[in-house]
């Protein structure tokens, strides 16, 4: 049944979401298409859906284990994972341990400057507007969640920090940053929601810092398709 193509749901830039037959379900299904600086550079990375897939699962699973409330409920196929549906908050939660990408060209410094704590920054999804920057204060103002939703989502944001820099530097990867996005079930708990994948996160190799991520596209560093399987081999720990 789940193997069955029904109509889609939703489809963003690098998922569909499609119905599922189980009540309160729905199944993302990974693509391989990438986009950066909003959609204005576009390509497909050959194997990238089935990477991504498998790299989520794997951190969804480690990040349950561990006490994270997620969406994910369990892989379904290659390229399928079957999660709880939820209603999006519209806020893309930015966790930063070095400095990097628009942070690092927003203040002009260098990259890789290690930040004396974890920074916390959110964007307004909202593609129309370029998913600006906003305050927190804003984002309340605006009525795009509650003031204790914040506060669950800051203490959660850096619960996951901790947990997947461990992880990672135990692969000799160094978790420069990540985006993370968060959603409601229909009880209106919070939890983790969208993909954790190099698509989302900055690793960088330790010692000779060589980018593992979707930066190696961003900036046309070659090699996109053999670093995120590297990734993928150090999830499974091959
Ligand atoms: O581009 P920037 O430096 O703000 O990105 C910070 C982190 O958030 C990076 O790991 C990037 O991959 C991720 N990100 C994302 N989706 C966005 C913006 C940023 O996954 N729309």
Redesign the pocket.
């Known amino acids: 049944m789940e193997e069955v193509r029904m109509e889609k749901l939703y489809e963003g830039k690098a998922k569909i979401i499609y119905p599922s037959s189980e009540a309160g379900m729905v199944r993302v299904y990974f693509k391989d298409d990438a986009t950066a600086f909003n959609g204005q550079k576009r390509a497909q990375i050959a194997g990238k859906g089935a990477v991504n897939n498998q790299i989520a699962s794997a951190l969804f699973g480690y990040l349950e284990e561990h006490g994270i409330p997620t969406h994910f409920v369990r892989q379904l196929s290659e390229r399928e994972m079957l999660v709880r549906q939820v209603q999006i908050v519209p806020l ?1 939660v ?1 966790v ?1 341990n070095r400095t ?4 690092a060209r927003r203040y002009g410094v260098e990259e890789g400057r290690v930040l004396p704590k974890p920074l916390l920054e959110f ?1 307004y999804k909202n593609d129309a507007l370029g ?1 600006p920057l906003i305050y927190p204060e804003a984002a309340l103002a605006l009525g795009l969640l509650s003031e204790a939703e914040l506060e669950r989502i800051r203490a959660l944001a850096l619960q996951i920090n901790t947990l997947l820099k461990d992880y990672f530097a135990q692969r000799n990867l160094e978790l ?4 993370l996005e968060f959603g409601r079930l229909a009880d209106g708990r919070l939890v983790l929601a969208d993909e954790i994948s190099p ?4 690793l960088w190799e330790m010692g000779s810092g060589e980018k593992m ?2 930066d190696r596209f961003r900036r046309d560093l070659g090699g996109v398709e053999e670093a995120y399987q590297e990734v993928l081999r150090r999830v499974q720990g091959l």
């Open positions: 893309e930015i930063r990097a990408g628009t942070f964007s998913d420069v940053d990540f985006k698509d989302t996160m900055r991520d979707k």
